[in-house]
């Protein structure tokens, strides 16, 4: 069993940056690959970004490419989803995921065996 508790999100103004963090117990951390996802109201859950279990491999959606970057500190059993130049488009809900098995498609909902509770986002004009 794997808990996983993001942290990190607020109310901020366009152009500005989050560091989002997810801390993951409860289970071997380096062994889970992890992913980032969103959910604005009436919107589907949508994937961001994924890394493999030793963050040597990252993976991003196009609409956040180039502005967000998703690393883990296995010592800390910590995941962290950095978004820089934000748009009021970007305001969500972010969840973090974990995946236990070695092979998962990375930006499948259904993939991922484990997510948090979401920290809000909130992006003004």
């Known amino acids: 069993q794997v808990q996983l508790v993001e942290s990190g999100g607020g109310l901020v103004q366009a152009g500005a940056s989050l560091r989002l963090s997810c801390a993951a117990s409860g289970g071997t951390f380096s062994n889970h690959n992890m992913g980032w996802f969103r959910q604005a109201p009436g919107k589907e859950r949508e994937f961001l970004a994924a890394?493999?279990?030793?963050?040597?491999?990252?993976y991003y959606s196009d609409s956040v490419k180039g502005r967000f970057t998703i690393s883990r500190d296995n010592a800390k059993n910590t995941v962290f989803l950095q978004m820089d130049s934000l748009k009021p488009e970007d305001t969500a809900v972010y969840y973090c995921?974990?995946?236990?098995?070695?092979?998962?498609?990375?930006?499948?909902?259904?993939?991922?065996?484990?997510w948090g509770q979401g920290t809000q986002v909130t992006v003004s004009s």
């Open positions: 890394i493999n279990r030793r963050g040597g491999d990252a």
């Open positions: 995921a974990a995946r236990g098995r070695l092979l998962w498609r990375v930006g499948q909902r259904d993939d991922y065996d484990y």
